[in-house]
């Protein structure tokens, strides 16, 4: 049995997030569109995992998929059939076999985030679909202090949309944020984010550029056991791509 490695790229604007669980999943995801053409290229159904799930709306730069199969088809001729049928908003950048033991998200050892904000009087009409726009610029200053508290391992909980708060402690190894007056990257990397946490951690760094929530807002977010200061409003997806997923 061969297990196949995809490298993906696609923009997620029209996308349901890569997959949603449960019986009723949307065609309208990553998953389903990959999980298609595969079958239709191989004559039975394979099962894919993914190296991060993304949410509605977030693209993907290289976002790493795999799945096992005993077809003989060359990792070239898998790319170039996907690459062939695949919504042109969805690329698959290389295939490439590996050990039977690899998967795509066990084995992964870090996710980074990129997020893109654009500042302006009038949105631009080319970049809108892919940043978000803040109309006055945001202190860089203050956000990179807010960063700093959420570098390392803590309990994210609080900054996640999941009900269940068993495995809810990740470790972020670095936030780097930087910019000039037109333009501002957020990058975040950790070794795993829960769902809408990289929204929300973004959400929450441009409420403290932009003055509406202070520095010490950080630890009563992080600690609180009320819901009732925990409004914190996740960031624009449009503006959010999985930039790297890294393995050892």
């Not at 949105?123 to 200053?141: E, G, L, W």
């Not at 333009?183 to 509406?212: Q, S, Y």
Request: glycine share 6%; hydrophobic share 35%.
């Amino acid at each position: 049995m061969r297990n196949i490695k995809l490298t993906i790229e696609y923009d997620g604007s029209r996308y349901q997030g890569w997959q949603r669980l449960g019986k009723n999943e949307s065609g309208q995801t990553i998953h389903q569109k990959l999980s298609e053409v595969l079958e239709k290229f191989i004559g039975k159904p394979v099962e894919i995992n993914c190296g991060h799930r993304t949410e509605t709306g977030v693209h993907a730069y290289a976002q790493v998929a795999n799945f096992k199969t005993d077809a003989a088809h060359s990792c070239r001729e898998i790319k170039q059939y996907l690459n062939r049928y695949l919504p042109m908003d969805i690329a698959v950048l290389s295939a490439e076999d590996m050990p039977e033991r690899f998967h795509a998200s066990l084995n992964a050892v870090s996710r980074t985030y990129t997020y893109h904000i654009l500042i302006g009087d009038v949105p631009s009409v080319f970049d809108r679909k892919y940043a978000y726009y803040a109309f006055q610029k945001p202190d860089i200053t203050l956000m990179k202090q807010a960063a700093a508290c959420f570098v390392g391992k803590h309990d994210f909980f609080n900054l996640s949309s999941g009900k269940k708060k068993k495995g809810t402690e990740k470790e972020i190894y670095e936030i780097d944020i930087y910019g000039n007056s037109s333009e501002i990257l957020i990058t975040i990397c950790a070794n795993d984010f829960l769902h809408n946490m990289a929204r929300l951690i973004i959400g929450f760094l441009l409420d403290v550029g932009l003055g509406k929530r202070k520095l010490e807002d950080v630890n009563l977010i992080m600690n609180s056991t009320s819901t009732l200061e925990l409004t914190v409003i996740p960031a624009d997806p449009k503006g959010l791509f999985l930039q790297e997923i890294t393995y050892k």
